[in-house]
């Protein structure tokens, strides 16, 4: 399929799911869902656990594929396009920060920088590592020996210094302290200003107090309804 134009390509969501299902087993974890997510804007997702969270970022993600329905990335279909340039295009951050473990968080940010095209300099890099709060002795040991807070910093430095489009975050406060978490949520408020997406799936009510739209998956189905909190 061709890609759209620039001129059609600004109007359109840079990310379109419609009807998508996913089935564990021999039951839906999800059906018929839809959601559309645009540039600069910020979706927060909640639900009770095993509701299918995980699940939803993880074909949004193209991680993995549904068992029906449509993915479109800026108007066309994600199975028209490489694997890698969704890659570059859609982050992900789940409960595994994907990164290489035997590696450190500088040795990774400047791999996955380099496999999706972008500046990879040590200037970038060390500056993103400033920016998630990791010291220059901690972004020199492996991976493996950090802390559960230390691996979630340097996970979200690996989203920064890929630079896709669109953050998929998954309970990404997990294991933070207070300098942690204002650390990201000045992450994320920048990627959106600069124009990027993002989708966090949290139990933090402060998520959902930063987020734009708050949409609950119930039944498999994401539900337009305000947070409690939120609507407060």
Not at 59 to 83: E, F, I, K, M, S
Not at 90 to 101: A, M, S, T
Not at 164 to 181: N, V
Request: proline share 4%; glycine share 12%.
């Amino acid at each position: 399929m061709a890609e759209a134009s620039p001129a059609q390509g600004a109007a359109l969501p840079l990310l379109e799911a419609r009807g998508l299902a996913a089935v564990q087993g021999t039951s839906y974890v999800l059906l018929d869902l839809d959601l559309r997510v645009s540039a600069g804007e910020r979706v927060a997702i909640a639900g009770a656990n095993g509701t299918g969270k995980s699940t939803l970022l993880g074909l949004l993600a193209g991680h993995r594929a549904p068992d029906a329905g449509q993915l479109r990335w800026r108007g066309v279909d994600v199975q028209a396009l490489d694997p890698r340039q969704l890659q570059r295009r859609v982050g992900w951050l789940g409960h595994q920060p994907g990164l290489l473990l035997a590696l450190s968080a500088r040795e990774n940010l400047i791999l996955f920088a380099e496999l999706a095209g972008c500046d990879a300099s040590a200037a970038r890099i060390d500056a993103v590592l400033d920016a998630v709060g990791l010291d220059s002795a901690d972004r020199q040991r492996p991976v493996a020996t950090y802390s559960r807070g230390m691996t979630q910093r340097a996970g979200l430095g690996r989203l920064m210094a890929v630079g896709a489009e669109l953050w998929l975050l998954d309970e990404p406060t997990t294991g933070l302290d207070t300098d942690g978490r204002a650390r990201l949520d000045s992450a994320l408020g920048l990627h959106q200003r600069r124009g990027g997406a993002l989708v966090v799936v949290s139990h933090d009510e402060a998520q959902w107090l930063a987020a734009d739209r708050v949409l609950w998956l119930q039944q498999g189905r994401l539900r337009n309804q305000p947070a409690p909190k939120a609507a407060a």
